[in-house]
C-alpha cells in the first residue's frame, strides 16, 4: 500500500513508518525535516510545513494515496493543533485518500467509573494519576525529558525523584514539599491540564458521525512511551483503558490510581498499522494497551 504519513520523524510517526517499511509498503513523509527519519528504498521525504502550506497546496500533496495517517503534534497550543487538523481533514477529503487515520490523545477518551460524557480532560482526579503514573515510570521520565528538555525535563526528573524517595521513606522536607505543591496544582490550580490532550479531544469532533469519508481516530492511552512492540495488544473503543483493580493503594483515595494502563511507542504502531491493512474500525475512536517496560530508557525516537 502507498501510505503518507504527517510527522514521520517525531515520536509517534517514527515507529509507525518504520513498521510501515518493515512490512514493505511505500511511504512518503510529509512535514518540515522529514528527512530526518533516514533512508529507504521505500521511504520519499517530501518538506511541507503544515502550518504555512494552504490547502489548495496540500491537496496535491495528499493525493494518490490508500491510507495517511495524521501523526501531526505541533507546539502545545489549543488553536494551532485545530487549524492544522482542519486543514489535514479538507485537504485529504478532496484528495480522495482512500483512509484517513488520526492520532489524538488520551484525554477524549471516556473514563470507565466517571460521570456520564466525562472524559480525562474533565477529570482532575484522573490527571493527577496520569501524572503519577508516568512519574512513577523510569522510561515515561527519561521520554519526557528527551522530548521537552530545559526546566521541564529538570522538574520531571525532581518529580520522579522525590516520589521514588517518598515511597522508600528518605524523602527531604523539600522532595516531600515539591510533590505536595505539584498535586495540589493538579487538584486545584488553574492551568492543571495543558492545551493540546483538550485540543485532541475537539479535533475529533471533526471525525465523529462523519459518514462522508473513511476515518479512524487512535487516541493513545494514559502512558505511552518508548520501546518495542511485544506482539499483543488489546483494543479499546471510546473507554479510557484501565484496570479493574488497583496494582497500588492510593495514599489520598485516588479511585483512577494504580488502574492507569499504557502502551509502547512500537505497540501501538503495531496496533495502527494492523489497522490499515485490515481497516476493521472505519469510524470508530479507539486506544490499544499492552504490556511494555517502565524501567528501561528507550530512545524517543526511532530511525529507518
Request: charged share 25%; glycine share 10%; hydrophobic share 40%.
Amino acid at each position: 500500500m502507498k501510505v503518507a504519513v504527517i510527522g514521520p520523524a517525531g515520536f509517534s510517526g517514527s515507529h509507525i513508518c518504520r513498521e510501515l517499511l518493515t512490512r514493505g509498503h511505500t511511504v512518503t513523509g510529509l512535514s518540515r525535516s522529514p528527512a530526518k527519519l533516514g533512508a529507504h528504498p521505500s521511504y520519499t521525504p517530501i518538506p511541507l510545513d503544515i502550518n504555512t502550506t494552504s490547502i489548495a497546496s496540500l491537496v496535491p500533496a495528499f493525493t494518490g494515496f490508500d491510507a495517511l495517517i495524521d501523526a501531526y503534534n505541533g507546539a502545545n497550543e489549543y488553536k494551532d493543533y485545530l487549524e492544522a487538523t482542519r486543514k489535514i481533514l479538507l485537504a485529504a477529503k478532496a484528495a480522495r485518500v482512500g483512509y484517513i487515520i488520526k492520532i489524538g490523545g488520551s484525554g477524549s477518551l471516556e473514563l470507565p467509573d466517571g460521570l456520564p460524557y466525562e472524559t480525562g480532560a474533565d477529570s482532575r482526579e484522573w490527571w493527577l494519576a496520569y501524572r503519577r503514573a508516568n512519574a512513577d515510570s523510569e522510561t515515561a521520565t527519561v521520554h519526557m525529558q528527551e522530548r521537552f528538555g530545559g526546566e521541564v525535563a529538570d522538574f520531571v526528573r525532581a518529580y520522579r525523584d522525590a516520589r521514588v524517595a517518598i515511597r522508600a521513606g528518605k524523602a527531604s522536607e523539600e522532595q516531600r514539599k515539591l510533590v505536595k505543591e505539584t498535586e495540589r496544582e493538579v487538584l486545584e490550580g488553574e492551568g492543571w491540564i495543558p492545551d493540546l490532550p483538550v485540543a485532541a479531544r475537539a479535533g475529533l469532533m471533526m471525525f465523529e458521525g462523519d459518514k462522508g469519508f473513511r476515518w479512524t481516530f487512535v487516541s493513545p492511552p494514559a502512558v505511552y512511551i518508548p520501546g518495542p512492540s511485544t506482539g499483543k495488544y488489546e483494543v479499546w473503543v471510546d473507554r479510557m483503558p484501565m484496570a479493574k483493580e488497583a496494582k497500588t493503594v492510593s495514599s489520598d483515595g485516588n479511585r483512577f490510581e494504580g488502574r492507569i494502563l499504557g502502551i509502547s511507542a512500537g505497540g501501538l504502531a503495531e496496533a495502527i498499522v494492523d489497522e490499515v491493512e485490515k481497516q476493521e474500525k472505519v469510524g470508530k475512536h479507539w486506544s490499544a494497551v499492552a504490556e511494555y517496560e517502565d524501567d528501561v530508557a528507550y530512545p524517543t525516537l526511532v530511525t529507518i
